[in-house]
């Protein structure tokens, strides 16, 4: 990170007085998350990886629990919807982790050698991370609220 010139704002055109600068300071912050978030990103991929192992071999484990348990809600679903839904869940761990490995990538290059439009990019990717973490957190406040409605619904008509 030695290779930067501090840029400090200077105000001669309006248009200029608008922009940001990056002090050295944040470019620290913005390397040192670039390393945590690679960090995380290949946990994420570890944990993707192991996900998508269990899936396949739900089929086993179904058939091992059947002669356990016969009347278990998993073994009724099947190994087939059991192995899709791990894999959806798969799915949905390993977006978030690809988003933070690439914001790291564009984060450290763009630290280390001064690059702007990595700097862009790297924004752009921590945007769409924590979007797709707002979306699913709505989805499942949704998902919640309806479980609620359903749970005090089926209570009600077996009360009354």
């Known amino acids: 990170m030695d290779n ?23 470019r620290s912050y913005i390397y040192e998350a670039s390393k945590w978030t690679k960090f995380l990103s290949i946990v994420g991929f570890v944990f993707t990886a192991m996900i998508a192992i269990s899936a396949f071999s739900a089929g086993a484990v179904l ?6 348990s016969p009347e278990n809600p998993l073994v009724k679903m099947g190994s087939a919807a059991v192995t ?15 988003l933070l490995f690439r914001f790291s990538n564009a ?10 439009a990595s700097l862009g990019a790297a924004m752009s ?29 089926i209570a009600m008509s077996m009360k009354g």
């Open 84 to 98: 899709v839904l791990y894999l959806l869940f798969a799915l949905l761990y390993f977006y978030p982790s690809f």
């Open 107 to 116: 984060a450290s290059q763009a630290v280390l050698y001064a690059d702007q």
């Open 125 to 153: 990717k921590l945007k769409s991370f924590f979007k797709f973490w707002g979306i699913l957190t709505i989805v499942f406040i949704i998902f919640y609220i309806l479980g609620i409605i359903f749970a005090v619904t």
């Open 63 to 68: 058939n091992s629990l059947a002669m356990l």
């Open 4 to 26: 930067f010139e501090e840029i400090k704002p200077e105000l001669i055109e309006s248009e200029e007085a608008d922009t940001l600068w990056v002090s050295e300071d944040v």
